[in-house]
């Protein structure tokens, strides 16, 4: 299995950015697909996933209504789509098959395996 993050970059606060998931390997007809990410000092948090069987997604209360994730199945390819970003969105993002869990409104959501690709930087600063 291979991932291949890549769309990082710097931009404004209250910008906007569109992160790819290029994955081989891997078919995402059944595999959901999680992103995650990694600010300086901190954990790697689940921040989205996308389950392909029914095409559902889940969203940490933190990105809700400002990040999109969505797959192309023909080109194997999963995205996010980044809006109204804050500085505190700064990290290192990567993407990898997920397993989510939910508890009323909040959800969880966790790697499947220890597999990480290179991920990609964003920056969010003036």
């Known amino acids: 299995v291979q991932l291949v993050e890549s769309g990082g970059a710097l931009v404004q606060p209250g910008g906007s950015l569109r992160l790819s998931c290029a994955i081989s390997g891997l078919t995402l007809d059944y595999t959901p697909i999680g992103w995650f990410r990694q600010a300086p000092g901190k954990e790697r948090e689940g921040i989205s996933c996308?389950?392909?069987?029914?095409?559902?997604?889940y969203y940490i209360d933190s990105v809700k209504g400002r990040f999109t994730i969505s797959r192309d199945k023909v080109k194997n390819v999963v995205y996010l789509q980044m809006s109204s970003l804050k500085p505190e969105d700064t990290a290192v993002y990567y993407c990898?098959?997920?397993?989510?869990?939910?508890?009323?409104?909040?959800?969880?959501?966790?790697?499947?395996?220890?597999?990480w690709g290179q991920g990609t930087q964003v920056t969010v600063s003036s």
């Open positions: 990898a098959p997920a397993h989510w869990s939910t508890s009323g409104s909040h959800v969880e959501i966790g790697p499947l395996y220890d597999y």
């Open positions: 996308i389950n392909n069987r029914d095409g559902s997604t």
